[in-house]
Structure formats: C-alpha cells, structure tokens
C-alpha cells in the first residue's frame, strides 16, 4: 500500500506536463459543446481573464511587484486599436501590436520612475497611474469619444477582427491563454525566472548575488504588459465597444491580483485556476442577483479572499504545490535509491574557480582611504582607514552601533560614501553605486541579518547565486551543487529556506556568496547566535574558504572566531579606528578593553593566559 502511495506521488509530481497537454485537448474541444451563446461567452471570459491574470502575475506575482494599475495598458491596447481602425481604417490585427508597443514605450517610462518605489508605494502610484489615464481619456472627446465611447462598426470580416458568431473569438482568447501560460512557464525554469523569484523573496539579498533587480522588473513589467495590451484589444474587438470606465476601471487590475491570489500567485497555473473558478461564479451571480443587490457580488468576492487569506495562504496552486512537495520529501526520505546525492561525481572547489591561477600573494586587495559617512546628525563613519592584503583574515570589531555594518554597506554599494576611497586590486571603487556591479567585480557579502530566500530550495537559493558566473540552467545546478557539498547542506538540498535551522541558514548564506566567486568576501556575524559545536564547525568552513585563496573581511562580536580565525583586527568605535593590529596585541589594548572588550574580558584573559 505504502509503495504504491509512493508511485502515485511520484505521479503526481510530474502533474504539471501530464494535466497541461490533457487540459489543452479539453480546452480545443470545449468550444464544441456548448450551443448557447451565453455559455459560449462565459467561456471566453473565462478564457480572457485567465490570459489578464497570467500577464499580470508575471511581474505581480513572478517579481512580487504588486500593481493595481494594470488597466492602464489594457485600456491602452483597446482605445489604440480602435482609434486606428476608426479614424484611419488600420486593420485590429496590426492596431493591437500598435497598442502593444505603445504600452511597452509607456511601460518603460512607468517602470523606470515607479521602480524607485517600494512595498506599497509602487502599487499606489500604479493606481494614480490608471486613474490619470482614465481622466484623460474621459475628456478628449474628439480623439477617445469621452464618457460617450467608441462603437465599432459592424462590418463582419476575418480582416477587420469581426466575425459571425462566438467560436472565432472563443478560439483566439484560447489562443491568447495558451500563449500566456507558455511565455509563463517559460520564465519560471529560465535563468530570468530565478532572478524574478529572488528579487520577490529578498531585494537587497538578490541584488548582492549580482542581480539588476531594477532592470529585471522592467523586462518583467514589459512582457506583462505586452500580453495585457494585446487582450485589450481583444476585448475591444469582441465587445465592439469601449468607453473609459470599461477599459480603464481600477476594479480591473484589482480583479488580475484578487485572481491570481485565490489561484496561486506566483505559480504558473494559479492565475487560470482563479479564473476558472471565479469568473462563472461572478458571471452567475450578477445573473442570479440582477438588480436586486447590486455589489453583492462583491461582498461575496471578499468573503472568498478572506477564506482563501487563511487556509490557502499560498492560493490553490500553492497549497497543492507544497502537498507534492511533502509527499516527494516522504518518498526520498523512504527509499534510498530516490535520495538526492549532490555529492556524486563532483569536483571539489580550487583557487582557480575563483580566479586566483597567478600567485598574489602580497598583492593589496583592499585599501580603505578616509572613509566617511554621515546620517543628518549622526557621524556613523569617520576618516576610516585600513587595509587588506591578498589571502587575508581581518576583523572588524567593535562595540554595537560603532559603524561596522555601515562600512560593509559602503563597501558593497548599498550606501554611497560622503567622502574617501575603496580600492579593490588597485581601482577605486566609488563610482560604483549599485550592489549587482560591485558583487561583478567578485566582492561578495553575507548579512548581519540572515537572508536566505525562504520560498527557495536550498539548491535553487544556490543556483540564483551561481547564475552571476553562468547562464545555463545544468551549469549553475552543477555550480550550486559543488558549493552544497563544500559548506555541508548535502543533507538538506531540497529543503525550503523556511525549515532551516539558524545555523543552517548562516551556512547558505555563506555559500551563496561562496557561489558568486568572490575574491574578497564580507562576513556580517556569521557566528552570532550559534551554539559551541555549530561556531566550531562554521569555523572551519571559513578557514577552508580562506584556503582557496579568498580574501576575508569578517565583522564578528564571538572574540572565540576572532581569535581563531583573524590574521589581523581593526576596532572602531563611533566610527573611528581606534587601534590594529595582531589578536593578541589588540585585546590587550587599554582603548579597545574600554571600549569593547570591558574589564572583565581583560581579567578572564590574563588568567587563562596564566593558566
């Protein structure tokens, strides 16, 4: 019984590929079956917002850039082809690229002022975005027919989009939802797939492993709105007439994100879900209600977004995703011939993955010049000066709040400096203001506060990493791999960032930035909060980095790492050195034993030293 339970989850897990090919067969048949007209244009609603919701969940759902402004760009694709058709006699079939490449010029432009814009920011000037628009085209009368609308002349013809009948329509919005759903999948198991779910996980964190999240969102935002603009269009020629509050209402783009939420936002099929359920039940119950409780649909649209909000948290799609996800896990932990062996027939790591075939040692790979920066009235970093040769380990030390995270920021473009210098191999550095260039010149950087990318496997957490060195979908999974096996995670290669315990996130975390190849790397209390075994064993892990030629720059309160691990140790405090040099003669420094280490380190240590 239990073995065949584990066939069927092995089944299912392959679901994806099997219900697709068997739903497109079912979707090509459907439009033959039903006579009535008004089930015949249920199924092309069904089919329309499916394709909306799919085009809106590539940069909503995909990049995690929540818009509510999407109708803006399926108005524009609807008024452009009509406009065209009506005023210059170009046929919808070339109208609707016109409106699609409109939408893709004002999408760039939107992208490039809106991606500034954070959380809720961005979706509020998406909204505002859209009204604009609406306004606009709700008082030029003599080019969009203002609040009176645009009517399409019947003149039935494949080549002016107008036809006899429902079934040509039906067959186009199929289309449209096919096109959607490939583009989608497409995506999701590309290179620019993973760079779109680690931008939606962690911001900060994918833009360290070498991702232009700013340029990411923009190429997502224009596909999604090439899609929409297009079935605006659609929409247009299959209504046969558009006004202002039909094509630019805000209730549309919150319909895309309310359906691609119930569904699955994020995944592939879970906007088409949410469609397939949702859009009858609305369609029947404006039937049912008619005029007699106008918006009760609405209300009831909320009740199912609370429900789903509670026990679907992830949507329909999700939920079932995270079931086959715990089964697959049941059926690996169960047979030993399905166990995932990352391990197997993999080279181990050599300096010359991280560039270093010539000798360097000697070689200055780090100067830090009068290195300032001020926050309004406060003076986090001043004059800071040291430097760090090739093959180092040097500590950054210092009591909480002396700068030290401040000045890995600066270092690694999150915070530009006020005044000085960082000079990596000889080349100054400031110019540099994004954190993607300065990881492509092989700095890479761990965080104070971990950030693993917790929807991620930790092999996929590892694979987002190894794509700032390469491109292929096998090549960055071998890369990841090889990093897996070198930090330890062997074990956990297909577990979540969200079951990892805190010392197995620090470790990702450390081999993701291991994954970039970076020349001199930026530990942030890597060891904080670990008990003795796992500082111990992350220790040893930072030695066997250090051995392959990686320069290390380490912020550490646990003076147990410091001591082990350091060659030599800078101590700031209110963000001036106050003394470096060699461990030892460091802690026995009176300025730093005031400052940081306090009395009683100074009398455990004198007496373990006479011990």
């Known amino acids: 019984m239990r073995s065949k339970m584990n066939q069927f989850i092995l089944?299912?897990?392959?679901?994806?590929?099997?219900?697709?090919?068997?739903?497109?067969?079912?979707?090509?048949?459907?439009?033959?079956?039903?006579?009535?007209?008004?089930?015949?244009?249920?199924?092309?609603?069904?089919?329309?917002?499916?394709?909306?919701?799919?085009?809106?969940?590539?940069?909503?759902?995909?990049?995690?850039?929540?818009?509510?402004?999407?109708?803006?760009?399926?108005?524009?694709?609807?008024?452009?082809?009509?406009?065209?058709?009506?005023?210059?006699?170009?046929?919808?079939?070339?109208?609707?690229f016109a409106g699609a490449g409109i939408s893709i010029v004002v999408g760039l432009i939107l992208g490039y002022a809106c991606f500034r814009l954070t959380s809720h920011f961005f979706a509020?000037?998406?909204?505002?975005?859209?009204?604009?628009?609406?306004?606009?085209?709700?008082?030029?009368?003599?080019?969009?027919?203002?609040?009176?609308?645009?009517?399409?002349?019947?003149?039935?013809?494949?080549?002016?989009?107008?036809?006899?009948?429902?079934?040509?329509?039906?067959?186009?919005?199929?289309?449209?939802?096919?096109?959607v759903i490939l583009v989608s999948q497409l995506i999701k198991n590309s290179k620019f797939g993973y760079y779109l779910t680690a931008l939606r996980e962690n911001h900060d964190a994918a833009e360290s492993l070498g991702i232009n999240t700013r340029r990411v969102k923009i190429y997502a935002l224009l596909i999604s709105v090439f899609f929409t603009s297009l079935i605006g269009s659609f929409f247009a020629q299959y209504s046969m007439f558009i006004d202002p509050e039909a094509v630019f209402a805000s209730h549309i783009s919150i319909q895309l994100a309310l359906l691609s939420i119930i569904g699955g936002v994020g995944t592939v099929?879970?906007?088409?879900?949410?469609?397939?359920?949702?859009?009858?039940?609305?369609?029947i119950l404006k039937g049912l209600l008619g005029e007699t409780a106008v918006g009760l649909n609405f209300v009831i649209y909320g009740i199912i977004l609370i429900v789903a909000?509670?026990?679907?948290?992830?949507?329909?799609?999700?939920?079932?995703?995270?079931?086959?996800?715990?089964?697959?896990?049941?059926?690996?932990?169960?047979?030993?011939?399905?166990?995932?062996?990352?391990?197997?027939?993999?080279?181990?790591?050599?300096?010359?993955?991280?560039?270093?075939?010539?000798?360097?040692?000697?070689?200055?790979?780090?100067?830090?010049?009068?290195l300032s920066k001020r926050f309004g009235g406060l003076q986090a970093v001043k004059d800071l000066d040291f430097h760090i040769k090739q093959g180092e380990i040097v500590s950054l030390v210092g009591p909480n709040g002396a700068g030290k995270t401040t000045v890995f920021n600066l270092l690694t473009g999150f915070?530009?400096?006020?005044?000085?210098?960082?000079?990596?191999?000889?080349?100054?550095?400031?110019?540099?203001?994004?954190?993607?260039?300065?990881?492509?010149?092989?700095?890479?950087?761990?965080?104070q506060i971990v950030k693993p990318f917790m929807g991620l496997t930790v092999l996929e957490n590892m694979m987002v990493a190894a794509f700032s060195r390469v491109n292929t979908i096998s090549h960055a999974r071998e890369e990841a791999l090889r990093?897996?096996?070198?930090?330890?995670?062997?074990?956990?290669?297909?577990?979540?960032?969200?079951?990892?315990?805190?010392?197995?996130?620090?470790?990702?975390?450390?081999?993701?930035?291991?994954?970039?190849?970076?020349?001199?790397?930026?530990?942030?209390?890597?060891?904080?909060?670990?008990?003795?075994?796992?500082?111990n064993q992350l220790i040893e892990i930072i030695k066997k980095i250090n051995s392959l030629g990686v320069t290390i720059l380490m912020i550490e309160h646990v003076m147990k790492a410091v001591m082990a691990l350091s060659d030599r140790v800078v101590v700031i405090n209110y963000g001036e050195k106050i003394s470096e040099g060699l461990p030892e003669e460091v802690t026995s420094d009176t300025k730093v034993i005031e400052a940081y280490l306090g009395g009683e380190y100074h009398e455990y240590d004198t007496a373990t030293r006479a011990c």
């Not at 005044?419 to 700095?443: M, Q, R, S, W």
């Open 11 to 96: 089944w299912l897990s392959g679901y994806k590929k099997r219900i697709f090919s068997i739903l497109v067969i079912c979707l090509c048949v459907l439009p033959l079956i039903p006579k009535n007209e008004y089930y015949l244009d249920m199924i092309i609603m069904i089919f329309m917002w499916a394709a909306l919701a799919g085009s809106w969940n590539m940069v909503g759902g995909f990049a995690g850039q929540i818009s509510l402004g999407h109708s803006a760009f399926f108005g524009i694709g609807a008024y452009t082809s009509t406009i065209l058709f009506l005023k210059l006699g170009i046929t919808p079939w070339l109208g609707m």
């Open 124 to 179: 509020l000037a998406t909204i505002a975005f859209a009204e604009v628009l609406l306004l606009l085209a709700s008082f030029s009368r003599d080019l969009t027919g203002g609040g009176v609308g645009l009517l399409m002349p019947v003149t039935a013809g494949p080549e002016n989009y107008i036809f006899q009948g429902k079934i040509p329509y039906l067959y186009i919005s199929l289309i449209l939802m096919l096109a």
């Open 269 to 283: 099929l879970g906007p088409i879900v949410g469609a397939f359920l949702l859009v009858p039940l609305d369609v």
């Open 309 to 370: 909000v509670i026990y679907f948290p992830y949507g329909i799609v999700g939920w079932i995703n995270r079931i086959i996800r715990q089964g697959k896990t049941a059926v690996r932990s169960a047979s030993a011939d399905t166990l995932h062996k990352p391990g197997a027939a993999l080279a181990g790591l050599s300096p010359e993955d991280f560039g270093f075939e010539d000798d360097l040692n000697g070689s200055t790979v780090l100067e830090v010049k009068s």
């Open 415 to 447: 915070i530009p400096p006020d005044t000085g210098d960082n000079v990596f191999y000889g080349k100054n550095l400031n110019h540099i203001k994004k954190p993607h260039k300065i990881n492509a010149k092989h700095i890479g950087r761990t965080f």
């Open 483 to 535: 990093i897996i096996e070198f930090i330890g995670l062997k074990d956990k290669v297909n577990e979540y960032g969200y079951s990892l315990t805190l010392a197995n996130r620090k470790r990702l975390e450390l081999g993701r930035a291991l994954a970039t190849k970076p020349r001199l790397l930026l530990l942030d209390e890597v060891v904080a909060g670990l008990n003795h075994t796992e500082t």
